[in-house]
């Protein structure tokens, strides 16, 4: 099982941005699909964008497409999720998540059940 510790949140106004992390344990994270997605309170979990193993491909939320960019470092073992123009309906607590199968070439990256390991998720609040 793999250890995923995301990092980077914290409070801001809305129109700025946040870089969020997610480093994961062992050598297999360039194998795997990654995702991140955001619980605000009350609400269920939604998707908000993931990136395929190659990191070839990219996908996110029509509510975040084109002010969210993810992106990966193989060598860091990293993911990242660069937001800009936050808006104060992006408060939540933003987890990344790693797929369940290596060298994903089908399947929706957009479901939860597409990811079996989950970090513990960081806080992200967006003031107006």
């Known amino acids: 099982q793999v250890q995923l510790v995301e990092s980077g949140g914290g409070l801001v106004q809305a129109g700025g941005s946040l870089r969020l992390s997610c480093s994961a344990s062992g050598s297999a994270f360039r194998l795997y699909a990654m995702g991140w997605f955001r619980q605000a309170p009350g609400k269920e979990r939604e998707f908000v964008a993931a990136?395929?193993?190659?990191?070839?491909?990219?996908y996110y939320s029509d509510s975040v497409k084109g002010r969210f960019t993810i992106s990966r470092d193989i060598a860091k073992n990293t993911v990242y999720l660069q937001m800009n123009s936050l808006k104060a309906e992006g408060t939540a607590v933003y987890s990344c998540a790693q797929d369940r199968t290596p060298w994903r070439t089908t399947g929706d990256m957009r479901l939860m059940d597409t990811y079996v390991d989950w970090g513990q998720g960081t806080q992200v609040t967006v003031s107006s």
């Open positions: 990136i395929t193993w190659s990191g070839s491909d990219a």
